[in-house]
């Protein structure tokens, strides 16, 4: 690293000691834009590494409510309000037992990045709350929700800071939240995306970042003289990220020989039976261990499905951050993946991410290949603001426009420093430069 981004980082870990996964996402991304660091002097002048390392504005703040008991409970809610560079703070919120500050933050600075690929103009942010939707009732949720809004509604707005859902946090709750906040406010149409269709939603965003995964795949393997015809696919997770890349997957192809959810994992070698898995996970709210009621052949495994022996050729892990250790990225490499697609934010630890560099396992970063939600819910607020909507084929049309774009992003920056194709860095270095530039060109704010 170079002595600049060694002692901003220094320093960062100094202030911020235990914020281990925020650290992880700087540290990464510090090491891919190295040559842009040396290529450009006046980014030190202008302390443009110090400025965005700490995010614009964070609120932290209690959610209390009435369980179906009548029982008081209490969780916390965080609103991470990264950049506004480029518009209005543009991130998902999520309900999750492991939401903490340091993943909040980690979230909202790779979403800052991410969201510069797209090309549109959106800030970067991040939410959510320690809140587990798992086996509460759907007035739990709602009551939750709407606490959760009742704070958070002080501090977002359509142009200001427009939230989404994530993990946790789907159609359901975005229409509790859209309520909410409509009942304390005036119309929400805009301060939220990924709404349901009928409540001003586009056409094409739940299906949104499963699908750009997959185009941004095809771009990967196309450039690699390759195909998706008859490849195998391994896939985590089993909500719309997950599922939506299956069937694109299937339609392109290939083979998904696995899905999975917290607690096990499915696995087909002939390809699994994808109206099974939407039944059960996408219609429904089981759990995908009763795949096999439908189909005895399949098999089920408790844990994790990266600790799995699985021959296959592509992994897309789709379920959450940290979830492919060291250990489960050399078992990959053995059993043949030799592509690495993320659907998940920050899938990869630190040494999955040196396995898969030093194995040659070409690895797409979230920030790149998962940006088709994001993209889609800048086009939904874009069609919010003209007071009008899409078809299907157009909002799908300008998806993958957008991914070709981020993929041609990536390449051009790997080019321009004279590195090999390697699409951790061109998606670093890309984003950097684009934020490092708007940051140059609007003084020091
Ligand atoms: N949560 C998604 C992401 O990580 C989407 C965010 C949004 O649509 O604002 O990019």
């Given amino acids: 690293m170079t002595t600049y981004s060694q002692r901003v980082y220094q320093t960062l870990k100094d202030k911020y000691p235990e914020q281990e996964d ?5 540290e990464e991304f510090f090491q891919a834009i190295q040559p842009v660091l040396e290529a450009h002097p006046e980014y030190e002048d202008l302390a443009i590494l110090e400025r965005m390392v700490e995010p614009e504005r964070i609120f932290i703040f209690r959610v209390p409510w009435l369980d179906d008991e009548g029982k008081v409970q209490v969780n916390t809610g965080y609103r991470v309000q990264y950049s506004s560079l480029n518009g209005p703070y543009k991130g998902g919120i999520r309900f999750h037992p492991t939401v903490n500050l340091s993943i909040m933050k980690a ?23 320690d809140f587990d939707p798992k086996g509460k009732s759907d007035q739990e949720v709602m009551k939750f929700t709407q ?14 800071d ?65 195909s998706l015809a008859g490849k195998r696919v391994m896939i985590s997770g089993a909500g719309n990220v997950a599922y939506y890349a299956a069937e694109l997957v299937e339609e392109l ?22 109206n099974i898995v939407k039944e059960l996970k996408i219609e429904g709210r089981e759990r995908i261990s009763r795949y096999l009621e439908e189909d005895p ?4 495994f408790e844990g994790s499905l990266w600790d799995q022996d699985i021959q296959a050729d592509i992994a897309l892990p789709c379920a959450t ?54 993209a889609v819910s800048a086009l939904e607020m874009a069609q919010n603001s003209m007071r009008l909507a899409w078809n299907a084929d157009r909002v799908e049309e300008k998806l993958q426009a957008i991914m070709q774009s981020i993929f041609d992003q990536c390449l051009e920056a790997c080019k321009k420093y004279d590195l090999d194709q390697d699409y951790v860095a061109g998606a670093d270095i890309a984003s950097f430069e684009n934020i490092a530039e708007l940051m140059k060109l609007q003084g020091v704010i």
Avoid at 210 to 217: C, E, P, R, S, T
Avoid at 297 to 300: D, G, R, S, Y
Wanted: glycine share 18%.
């Fill in 22 to 26: 925020f650290l992880g996402a700087v």
């Fill in 107 to 129: 979230l909202a600075f790779e979403q800052t990045f991410k969201n510069s690929l797209t090309t549109l103009p959106i800030g970067g942010g991040k939410g959510g709350a």
């Fill in 147 to 160: 606490s959760f809004v009742t704070e958070l509604q002080k501090y977002i707005g359509q142009d200001q």
């Fill in 162 to 226: 427009v939230p989404a859902g994530d993990i946790g946090v789907g159609g359901r709750e975005i229409g509790y939240m859209m309520g909410q906040y409509r009942r304390l406010n005036d119309a929400a149409g805009g301060v939220f995306t990924g709404k349901p269709v009928l409540a001003g939603g586009s056409l094409g965003r739940t299906q949104a970042t499963g699908h750009g995964v997959v185009y941004f795949l095809n771009h990967v393997l196309e450039a690699a003289g390759d």
């Fill in 253 to 274: 192809g290939g083979i998904v020989v696995s899905l999975s959810d917290s607690t096990s994992a499915v696995y087909q070698p002939d390809g699994l039976d994808l």
């Fill in 297 to 300: 052949e399949a098999k089920n």
């Fill in 321 to 374: 951050q940290g979830e492919i250790n060291g250990d489960q990225a050399q078992r990959l490499v053995d059993n043949g993946v030799r592509y690495v697609v993320e659907g998940a934010n920050l899938p990869c630890n630190k040494e999955a991410q040196a396995v898969f560099k030093e194995a040659g396992v070409q690895r797409a970063p979230a920030k790149a290949s998962n940006a088709g939600g994001v």
